[in-house]
Structures are given as C-alpha cells and as structure tokens.
C-alpha cells in the first residue's frame, strides 16, 4: 500500500515539476511551485 | 495541461524565472520540512534518582518495538514491600496535564515502599502531529527555575500516518460500535489485539505491562472540555470502588471538588472498564477540565494551554451552559495539574487504608498546594 501511495504522489510532484519548467506565465509558474511544495512535503515527510 | 507555445511569451527569460521558483521550492520544503519533523522528537524526560529501572512497552510486548507506538516507562521500586501503582499519561496527547502530572512524579518521587510504573506518553504516536482542523499550538513552554521545558501539545488520536485508513465503523477489542476516528484512540481501545492496529496493540502491550508488573491500581490521568459532563471527576470500576469513595472524601475535605463516576459496565474499551474487567485491578481515570481541548473556545495558543482563560468560555459559563465554573481567571494548567497530583496522592492514602499491605509510599512527590502557588517548573529539572 505504502510504496504505491508513494508512486502516485511521485507521478504528481514530477509532473508538477514538469509543468513548472515548461509554463511560461510567471504566475501560472507560482502556483506550481506552490502545489509542488506539499507535494514534495508530503513525498519526503510522510513515512 | 496547457501547452506553454499557447500562451503570449513573458519578457525575459521564463526558464530563469522557473529556477528560480525551484530554488523557493526547495527552501520551503527544507525549512518548513525541519520544523514538521521536529514534531516527531520526544522531549527528555529526567527521572528522579529514585528510578528502579528504565524500560520500554515494547518490552512487555516485543512486537512493539521499533513502532511509533512504543514508549518509555520508568519503574520506581522501594526497599519495602507493598502494591504496584500504575500511572498513565498521555493517553491523549491533547490533555497537557495528565502528561505533565506523569513527568512530574517521574522527575521528584522516592519510593519507601510498594512500586510506581509511570507512563508519560502512553499514545506516543499521538505526539507527533496535531489535532486537524484546529489550529492548536504545536508545543507550550514551562518555565523551570532554569530555562524554560517545552512539550509538545499533540492530538486526541494515534497520528493517521501511523495507522491509516479509519475504518468507516469501527468495532473495537470490546465489541463496542463506535465512528472510524475512534480506531485510533487509545482510550477506546483496551483490553488490545495483539494482531489489532497499532492503537490496539499499543492497548495490548499496556494490559501485557499490568499483568507483568504486578499492577494492583491503576490511574490514567486525563482532561475534559469544561463543557463536558464528566469533569472534575473519579470514574472508577466496581473493584475500586471504595478506594475512589474515600479519595474522593479525602479531596472533598481539602476543598477539592471531585465528582464520583461510575465505569458503566456497558462502555467497553475505556481504561477504567477494561483494566478492571480484564485483569482484574483498581482502574481510576482522572478528569480535569481543559478550555484549550473544548469545543466553546476561542483562539487557540499555548497560553491558552498554560493559564487556561478564555472569554467565549467565562460567556458560557454565564449561560449555565458549563459543568464547572469558570471565571476571568480561568482554569491555568497548574491547577489542573495540582488536581491531579492531589487525585494521585488521596487514591495512595486511601490504599494504604483500605489495603494496608498493599500500600504504595512515596516521598518527593510535589504537593498539590505547591504546585498551586509556583507551578509546576519549580518541580521540573531545568532543561538540559
């Protein structure tokens, strides 16, 4: 269970990621970074 | 997902732009990532030099170990003989002063005869996150005579990440029917399932350390929303109930009022019913109320926490609407904590009376009037 739960919020933060390098509206580019954030918190933090 | 040649094309330079959020990612992530983790360190604890011997509940029950849900417990042993004394805090990790009246007698009591267990973090899981949606304080601070101990303020239930997913019913180890949330509340959870969920089997390693350690009597310490009936309360099982009467006589004479509860025999799971139903000792559970936990109560703060005074409150209590009176001056964390520590000390007096063979004597342990009047960091060891 735990290793998929990580996979599907991997397949988010990168895909989060991706839109972030490739968005060229800076506000758009802010927002992803700010769902990226807890996404990544909840990548690395939850055990 | 909208393709970026859709858009009009910033001036400047987007890819530098998106570096540079990256680079705001990663220092979020990295700053508020150390203060969520912080979350998950358990604050020192320092036992009195009366300590026995230092265990862990995975020791009664090796499972445990290595689990969220194990925690430290400190056996204070006399040279005489006499009962064994359980004490519990920390069932719920929203309830600072059955927690700190557990640290407290960790850190000051001697033991001339009988034996205390004391638990402090009886949920440690529950430590370790706080209640959603509430806005509460991650941690208050007491100020000792030197420097100040901070604790962490943690939830009612076992952390979700620990345990997860809530079963939409859940049927605990009693047979009770209760809402999915109370899969991880310790307190609902006794006499444990051994394969149960860790909550469970945090129950199970308890009711495993109650029979090991020969346990006669056992307090778990609590708190209550003031507007909750049982407040300021002894509810005991039937096997204690003789022993919770003349406590309460003992606190009433001192001008304490304690409430009489009796564990109805119906309500499974709860500490009081289970200790005394399945292995048979003296169960107590201790109530005092605690505005920073209730459901009347406005902002949120540690000093909330510590003095206990809120406005919405006192309104409430102008309204009748209270099971306790609560003025200007509020219910601080001290009191709470000198109600308990007077709790404690009436159930031994009363032991000692009713069972004089059986009795538990301890010296050290701070007084409920000194408590009262310096609170209780000037009984806490100063921080390390």
């Not at chain 2, 203060?35 to 300590?51: H, K, N, Q």
């Not at chain 2, 009176?325 to 709470?336: C, Q, S, V």
């Not at chain 2, 004089?356 to 960091?377: F, K």
């Amino acid at each position: 269970m735990r290793p998929i739960y990580h996979l599907i919020v991997f397949y988010l933060a990168a895909q989060t990621a991706w839109y972030l390098v490739r968005e060229e509206k800076l506000w758009k580019q802010a927002g992803a970074a700010m769902v990226l954030v807890l996404l990544l918190l909840r990548l690395f933090l939850v055990k | 997902m909208r393709k970026p040649e859709d858009g009009p094309k910033l001036k400047g330079t987007p890819r530098l732009s998106a570096l540079f959020f990256a680079a705001l990612v990663a220092a979020a992530c990295f700053f508020s990532g150390r203060e969520f983790r912080t979350m998950r360190a358990e604050e020192a604890i320092y036992p009195s030099p009366g300590l026995t011997v230092a265990r862990h509940l995975s020791d009664y029950f090796p499972p445990l170990q290595g689990t969220p849900g194990d925690t430290p417990v400190y056996i204070f042993e006399g040279p005489a003989k006499g009962g064994t004394v359980l004490v519990l805090g920390g069932t719920h990790p929203n309830e600072p002063a059955g927690f700190l009246t557990a640290v407290l007698l960790a850190e000051n009591i001697r033991i001339v005869r009988g034996k205390i267990v004391i638990v402090p973090r009886a949920n440690a899981s529950g430590f370790t996150h706080s209640d959603p949606q509430e806005g509460s304080p991650q941690r208050y601070d007491i100020a000792t005579t030197s420097g100040a101990r901070t604790f962490r303020l943690g939830a009612r239930v076992t952390n979700p990440v620990h345990q997860w997913p809530d079963p939409t019913i859940y049927v605990n180890p009693g047979g009770q029917t209760l809402a999915g949330i109370e899969a991880r509340n310790l307190n609902r959870a006794y006499p444990g399932r051994p394969d149960g969920n860790l909550t469970e089997r945090v129950a199970y390693a308890l009711m495993a350390l109650i029979k090991a350690e020969g346990v006669e009597l056992g307090i778990d310490l609590h708190e209550s929303a003031p507007e909750y009936p049982v407040i300021n309360a002894l509810v005991f099982h039937e096997n204690a109930s003789d022993l919770a009467a003349t406590a309460q006589m003992a606190l009433q004479s001192e001008g304490l009022d304690f409430r009489l509860e009796a564990s109805p025999p119906n309500l499974r799971g709860l500490s009081h019913r289970e200790w005394g139903d399945a292995a048979g000792i003296m169960a107590v559970l201790l109530e005092t109320p605690n505005a920073s936990h209730g459901r009347l109560k406005g902002r949120p703060s540690a000093a909330l926490v510590i003095d206990g005074r809120d406005k919405f409150y006192e309104r409430a209590a102008k309204l009748g609407r209270l099971f306790v009176p609560f003025g200007p001056e509020g219910i601080p964390l001290k009191d709470r904590v000198a109600r308990h520590l007077a709790g404690v000390a009436a159930l031994l007096d009363s032991l000692r009376e009713l069972v004089p063979g059986r009795a538990v004597d301890i010296e050290g342990a701070p007084s409920a009037a000194a408590v009262r009047a310096s609170g209780p960091g000037a009984f806490l060891h100063p921080p390390k």
